[in-house]
């Protein structure tokens, strides 16, 4: 047993090794075959959405070019840049939480969260103008919108577009929130010196999830953005 009881570091520069671990490298390690697994299964999960469109977008590409022209390209724009930069301030929290130079970790944090606030305030912008114009996919879905009728197109084919276009931005964005929550909890239990944060890899699992939330939106703008004629 005493082989295998928590070994507390002698350095401070050291991370403290947990009992179930035979040496820090198999700590680590486990930590992120553990968040990659989870990653698979949110590819996994956002999988069927992207064949699903891949195959409607297949059979109506006119129809799809023609219902995107009611996105907009320059906030759908504006919010990739948001969150690539976001993903580049997550990316030094990383390097910082590494360097044990927590103030700077927690700067480029704050930073991040701030970014994933813009995300979602531009995002909201976006829902507001489909709802006024009678996109949302439910009973009071019109097409073409008023004032966009020479748009045409077939009314049930864009109900379909915008059913995925919801569909898939809003699961993205449920994800943006939940990154949202695990960077501020980091931040709080960093501040607070908590006994789970001993080094840098929650700062790092942090990080692999929300690069794989901005990875999802990288996919999602051309797609329904920037369709082709």
Not at 31 to 43: D, L, S
Not at 62 to 81: A, C, E, H, I, P
Request: hydrophobic share 45%; aromatic share 18%.
């Amino acid at each position: 047993m005493a082989a295998h009881a928590t070994t507390h570091p002698t350095n401070p520069d050291e991370s403290e090794v947990y009992f179930q671990y035979e040496d820090i490298d198999q700590q680590q390690e486990t930590y992120i075959v553990g968040m990659w697994t989870f990653i698979v299964q949110e590819i996994m999960f956002f999988g069927p959405l992207f064949l699903i469109y891949t195959l409607f977008r297949w059979k109506f590409q006119g129809g799809f070019y023609t219902y995107s022209q009611k996105l907009d390209y320059v906030l759908g724009g504006v919010n990739t840049m948001v969150l690539l930069f976001s993903s580049f301030t997550m990316a030094l929290a990383v390097h910082y939480a590494q360097k044990k130079q927590t103030k700077e970790q927690l700067r480029c944090l704050g930073i991040t969260l701030a970014c994933g606030f813009g995300f979602l305030i531009i995002k909201a912008f976006e829902y507001a103008d489909k709802f006024t114009h009678s996109l949302f996919p439910n009973n009071s879905f019109i097409w073409p919108p008023h004032g966009y009728e020479y748009l045409g197109g077939n009314p049930e084919h864009a109900r379909l577009f915008f059913s995925l276009y919801f569909a898939t931005t809003g699961l993205h964005g449920l994800h943006v929130v939940v990154g949202m929550i695990c960077i501020a909890s980091l931040m709080i239990l960093t501040v607070r010196k908590a006994p789970t944060i001993t080094d840098y890899v929650p700062t790092e699992i942090v990080g692999l999830y929300w690069h794989f939330v901005d990875l999802v939106w990288i996919f999602l703008y051309p797609l329904y953005y920037l369709i082709p004629k």
